[in-house]
């Protein structure tokens, strides 16, 4: 193992050893200064979390948030040098956390949290237009698949995770408009991530034309909602961001 991984190592283990070889400027092994250093390394985990999983935080406030922070730091070490990716786990570790189980709900809202932070980083890509759509004659619009944005993303629930996301983004938070299952759509048609509640009836198209499905086959899907409308469904969802320009269709 190299210096530098073992160094690594021992920054992320608080049981490991001084790392062989490292001294102060005086030449002595200093394992308290070293376990200052690692503390500010923990710390600053913990303070990635609490920062790009806000709602999360107020659901559970400041205090269980913080604990539950710390387990997760504690097991899970950064993937990437970029610390706002720093977390992308953490969802599935809510799922698992046995003091968060009574609010089954919340490892869906951190998904969504998560989503956002990828929009807000996501590449500048143009963003598809109605415009774009309006020159093609149906038949190619119904055979075409549209190449989702970098921005977008997709997160459905059983549980009402937009209106949730909404509601504890001020405070006092404001009362929920649904109790309901929800499919979100996230994306950044501008410069601000945008977070949208679809229409229930739009959901079934919305994840299959997501998933790569045609037009056509993504309406298909959707036949047997008696309140769907192609044209309103897929003008949304092209007018919220969700797309980019492909080989078939220009901004």
Same mark, same amino acid.
């Given at each position: 193992m190299?210096a530098q !991984?073992?160094f690594?190592?021992a920054?992320q283990?608080?049981?490991?050893a $001084?790392p %062989?070889g490292l001294?102060s400027?005086?030449?002595?092994?200093?394992?308290?200064?070293f376990?200052?250093?690692r503390?500010?390394?923990h710390?600053? $985990?913990?303070?990635a979390?609490?920062? =790009? &999983?806000?709602v999360?935080r107020a659901l559970?406030g400041?205090?269980? &948030?913080?604990?539950?922070?710390?387990?997760?730091?504690?097991?899970?070490?950064? @993937?990437?040098?970029? $610390?706002? %990716?720093y977390g992308?786990?953490?969802?599935d &570790?809510? +799922?698992d956390?046995?003091?968060? *189980?009574?609010l089954?709900?919340?490892?869906d809202?951190?998904?969504l949290e998560? /989503?956002?932070?990828? +929009?807000?980083?996501a590449a500048?890509? #143009?963003?598809?237009?109605? !415009? +774009?759509? /309006?020159?093609?004659? #149906?038949s190619?619009?119904?055979?075409?698949r $549209?190449?989702?944005?970098?921005?977008?993303?997709?997160?459905?629930?059983?549980f009402?995770?937009?209106?949730?996301?909404?509601a504890?983004?001020? @405070?006092p #938070?404001?009362?929920?408009?649904?109790?309901g299952?929800?499919?979100?759509l996230?994306?950044?048609?501008?410069?601000?991530?945008?977070?949208?509640?679809?229409?229930h009836q739009?959901t079934?198209? /919305?994840? =299959?034309?997501?998933?790569?499905?045609?037009?056509g086959?993504?309406?298909?899907? @959707? =036949?047997?909602?008696?309140?769907?409308?192609l044209?309103s *469904?897929?003008v949304?969802?092209?007018?919220?961001?969700?797309f980019?320009? @492909?080989?078939?269709?220009?901004a």
């Amino acid at each position: 193992m190299s210096a530098q !991984n073992r160094f690594a190592q021992a920054v992320q283990d608080p049981a490991s050893a $001084l790392p %062989q070889g490292l001294t102060s400027k005086g030449g002595q092994n200093d394992p308290l200064r070293f376990a200052v250093y690692r503390n500010n390394v923990h710390v600053s $985990l913990v303070t990635a979390l609490t920062r =790009a &999983f806000p709602v999360v935080r107020a659901l559970v406030g400041e205090e269980f &948030f913080a604990a539950m922070a710390r387990v997760f730091v504690a097991q899970t070490k950064p @993937s990437s040098p970029m $610390l706002f %990716q720093y977390g992308e786990n953490f969802p599935d &570790f809510i +799922a698992d956390f046995p003091p968060a *189980a009574s609010l089954p709900y919340l490892s869906d809202v951190a998904r969504l949290e998560c /989503a956002w932070t990828r +929009a807000y980083h996501a590449a500048d890509d #143009p963003i598809l237009t109605v !415009n +774009a759509l /309006a020159g093609l004659q #149906p038949s190619n619009l119904l055979q075409s698949r $549209l190449a989702l944005h970098p921005a977008c993303a997709l997160i459905t629930s059983r549980f009402p995770v937009g209106s949730i996301w909404h509601a504890h983004r001020q @405070s006092p #938070p404001a009362a929920l408009g649904s109790a309901g299952p929800e499919t979100v759509l996230i994306a950044r048609p501008g410069l601000d991530v945008v977070v949208t509640v679809l229409p229930h009836q739009d959901t079934d198209f /919305a994840r =299959a034309i997501m998933a790569g499905a045609t037009v056509g086959d993504a309406a298909t899907a @959707s =036949a047997n909602n008696a309140d769907f409308d192609l044209g309103s *469904a897929l003008v949304g969802l092209v007018s919220l961001g969700a797309f980019k320009p @492909s080989k078939g269709n220009k901004a």
